[in-house]
C-alpha cells in the first residue's frame, strides 16, 4: 500500500531493519516495497534498485522516504514525487567526517538543504527523538510528530548466544567486560572510549576488557584509533567488526557495562538494547542520548576526561546496588521504545494520511 525509500540498506543497520518492519505491517494491507540507492550484500532480494522507484506500484500514495544523508541522486527521484511521508533519523555533524570523506561532509551539508526544498511536499513528519524533532523544526517544519524508530530487541531474546563467541569471551579473562556498540564514523568519538579503558586498566581495573563492535567504514580513521589504541597503552582491545545477532547477545550477556560517549545520536539503538537485555550503560550527556535512556544510565558531562569516565565505570561495574537501580530502569525505559510500542505507531502515522482506510483497519 505505501512504498519507502531509505539512502543505503544494509545488514543490521538500524534504519533499514526499521523500513523493513514497517513494510511487513503494511503488507497486510497490500503490496509494500522498498528501494535504496546503496543496497550492500544480502539485501538485494528485500531491498529495490533506486532506478526502479519510478515504477513503483504505490504511486497514488505518499512516498515514504527516511532521511538520514543527503544524496543528489535521491533527490532527483523524489522531484517525481507529489507527497511524501518524511522519517527523519537525523543527520551527522558534517564537520566530523571533513578530514576523512570530504565528500560525505558534502552529503551532510546537502542533505538539510534538501530536507528545505522538499518541505511544502510532506505531508507527514515523523523524528526519531525530540532531539531530531527540533532539527526539522529549525528547517521550517511544523506538526513532527517524535516515534521511536522500532528497535527490533526482540531478536536479541530470540537469539542463542553463540557457543564459540561465549568461549571466546571467556578466554578474554576480563574483569570486568566494557562493551561498546557503534559504527567506527568519526562523530561517535571512539577515540574516547579507548583512553577511558586505558585509564580503567591502569588506575581501577587491570583486567578489564573492552570488547568493540562496529563496522569499519572510513580506513583513515580506523587506523588512527588503532593506533591511538597503542599509544594510550590500552591492553588487549578487541575489536570485532560486524557480529551476527547470536554473536551479539553472547556479548551483551557477559558485559559487565556498555559504554558510549558519542558526539552526536540522534537515538541510539545500542543503547536500548542494552537495556533491553539488562547491561547498565555509561553514556555521554549528548544530542538524544539523554531522551533515549532517559534515567537508565550514568551520563557523564565531560565525556573528554577520561580519568572521570573511567571511574564511573569503575563505580558501574562494581556497585551491586546502583547496577540493580539501573537495570530496573533499562528495562522499563526499553520497553517504551522497543518495537511492540513503537511499531503501532508508526504504522498509524502513516495510515492518517488515508483516514477512510485508517478507520477501516483501526483496532
Not at 263 to 270: A, D
Request: aromatic fraction near 4%; charged fraction near 25%; charge should be neutral.
Amino acid at each position: 500500500m505505501w512504498d519507502q525509500l531509505v539512502v543505503g540498506a544494509a545488514p543490521g543497520d538500524a534504519i533499514t531493519r526499521s523500513a523493513l518492519l514497517l513494510r511487513r505491517e503494511l503488507a497486510a494491507h497490500g503490496r509494500a516495497d522498498i528501494y535504496a540507492q546503496h543496497r550492500e550484500p544480502g539485501m538485494h532480494e528485500l531491498v529495490g534498485p533506486l532506478e526502479d522507484l519510478a515504477h513503483r506500484p504505490n504511486r497514488a500514495r505518499p512516498l515514504i522516504f527516511h532521511a538520514s544523508i543527503g544524496s543528489w541522486p535521491i533527490y532527483q527521484a523524489l522531484a517525481h514525487e507529489t507527497e511524501l511521508i518524511l522519517v527523519h533519523h537525523n543527520f551527522s555533524p558534517p564537520e566530523s567526517f571533513a578530514p576523512y570523506a570530504p565528500d560525505v561532509a558534502s552529503d551532510l551539508v546537502r542533505g538539510r538543504w534538501e530536507l528545505e526544498q522538499i518541505r511544502d511536499r510532506v505531508v507527514r513528519a515523523i523524528a526519531d527523538s525530540e532531539f531530531n524533532a527540533q532539527e526539522l523544526r529549525d528547517l521550517g517544519y511544523t506538526d513532527v510528530e517524535v516515534i521511536a524508530p522500532t528497535p527490533d530487541i526482540g531478536r536479541l531474546s530470540r537469539a542463542t548466544p553463540d557457543p564459540a563467541m561465549l568461549a571466546r569471551i571467556t578466554s578474554w579473562n576480563a574483569d570486568p567486560l566494557v562493551l561498546c556498540v557503534a559504527q567506527q564514523l568519526p562523530h561517535k568519538r571512539i577515540e574516547r572510549v579507548l583512553a577511558a579503558m586505558a585509564v580503567l586498566q591502569q588506575e581501577h581495573m587491570p583486567g578489564a576488557r573492552l570488547a568493540f563492535v562496529g563496522v569499519d567504514r572510513f580506513p583513515t580513521y580506523s587506523q588512527g584509533l588503532r593506533l591511538l589504541g597503542r599509544t594510550v597503552g590500552l591492553r588487549e582491545p578487541h575489536l570485532l567488526g560486524r557480529v551476527t545477532d547470536a554473536e551479539l547477545t553472547a556479548l551483551y550477556l557477559r558485559a559487565r557495562v556498555f559504554l558510549t560517549l558519542s558526539e552526536h545520536e540522534g537515538f541510539c539503538v545500542p543503547a536500548v538494547e542494552s537495556m533491553a537485555i539488562g547491561l547498565p550503560i555509561v553514556a555521554s550527556r549528548r544530542a538524544a542520548i539523554p531522551s533515549t535512556v532517559d534515567n537508565a544510565a550514568l551520563l557523564i558531562d565531560d565525556p573528554d576526561d577520561p580519568a572521570l569516565v573511567a571511574a564511573v565505570v569503575q563505580r558501574v561495574a562494581t556497585d551491586e546496588r546502583l547496577r540493580r537501580t539501573l537495570i530496573g530502569r533499562g528495562v522499563r525505559r526499553a520497553k517504551l521504545l522497543a518495537a511492540p510500542a513503537s511499531l503501532p505507531r508508526l504504522v498509524r502515522a502513516v495510515l492518517s494520511t488515508e483516514p477512510a482506510l485508517a478507520e477501516a483497519v483501526a483496532p
